[in-house]
């Protein structure tokens, strides 16, 4: 079973950036197509950006243009670069494997992003 180790949370100001990442064990992390959720209090996760196996990536209207999602296979790595972060971005971020609404693996602990001044 692929386990998912998710980084690089913290503290920070308005406009400003964060770079998150996610290890996965398991030899099989290439073939999965992955994406970033985040789950804010009170509220359901949702995705914010998914990358597919071969590279081509989509985002929630709400990121799109500040937040970029890559993967690095070699590392079984997907990170999500945050940029011009907003009070409302503030959440715990998971990755995950997935197709449509279906996720296919445990969620790991997450990592809490917190967007203040």
């Known amino acids: 079973q692929v386990q998912l180790v998710e980084s690089g949370g913290g503290l920070v100001q308005p406009g400003g950036s964060l770079r998150l990442s996610c290890a996965a064990s398991?030899?099989?992390?290439?073939?999965?197509?992955m994406g970033w959720f985040r789950q804010a209090p009170g509220k359901q996760r949702e995705l914010v950006a998914g990358?597919?196996?071969?590279?081509?990536?989509n985002y929630a209207d709400s990121v799109k243009g500040r937040f970029t999602i890559s993967r690095d296979n070699a590392k079984n790595t997907v990170y999500l670069q945050m940029n011009s972060l907003k009070p409302e971005d503030t959440a715990v971020y998971y990755c995950?494997?997935?197709?449509?609404?279906?996720?296919?693996?445990?969620w790991g602990q997450g990592t809490q992003v917190t967007v203040s001044a």
């Open positions: 398991g030899s099989i992390f290439s073939i999965y197509d």
């Open positions: 995950n494997a997935y197709y449509s609404t279906v996720t296919y693996l445990s």
């Open positions: 990358i597919t196996s071969g590279g081509n990536t």
